[in-house]
């Protein structure tokens, strides 16, 4: 099992920047990536943005891909999202995620490790 903590979160006005923090612990050690999903009120959860822990592949929904960027220190066993231009519509719980095995990065299905999440608004 993989344990993961994710910080950074709080309320911010729109353009306004935020960096949010994933530290994994437990069986990292077959770690494949690590991705941010976010879910607001009312609707599903919905993939943000991954990385590959081995390798330089990032991935990003098309929502968020120029405005927020993806990183690893793979020596803390740490993941994080720099959020920049920060709209109202991302508004949202954002969790973090981890993955061991291959598959298609961004369906929240082929996660089975999950943070529980931190809360993030942004006001306009």
């Known amino acids: 099992q993989v344990q993961l903590v994710e910080s950074g979160g709080g309320l911010v006005q729109a353009g306004d920047s935020l960096r949010l923090s994933c530290a994994a612990s437990?069986?990292?050690?077959?770690?494949?990536?690590m991705g941010w999903f976010r879910q607001a009120s009312g609707k599903e959860r919905e993939f943000v943005s991954a990385?590959?822990?081995?390798?330089?592949?990032?991935y990003y929904a098309d929502s968020v891909k120029g405005r927020f960027s993806i990183s690893r220190v793979n020596a803390k066993n740490t993941m994080y999202l720099q959020m920049n231009s920060l709209k109202p519509e991302d508004t949202a719980i954002y969790y973090c995620?981890?993955?061991?095995?291959?598959?298609?990065?961004?369906?929240?299905?082929?996660?089975?490790?999950w943070g529980q999440g931190t809360q993030v608004t942004v006001s306009s």
């Open positions: 995620a981890h993955r061991a095995r291959v598959g298609t990065i961004y369906n929240r299905d082929e996660y089975p490790n």
């Open positions: 437990g069986r990292t050690f077959s770690t494949y990536a």
């Open positions: 990385i590959r822990w081995i390798g330089d592949n990032t």
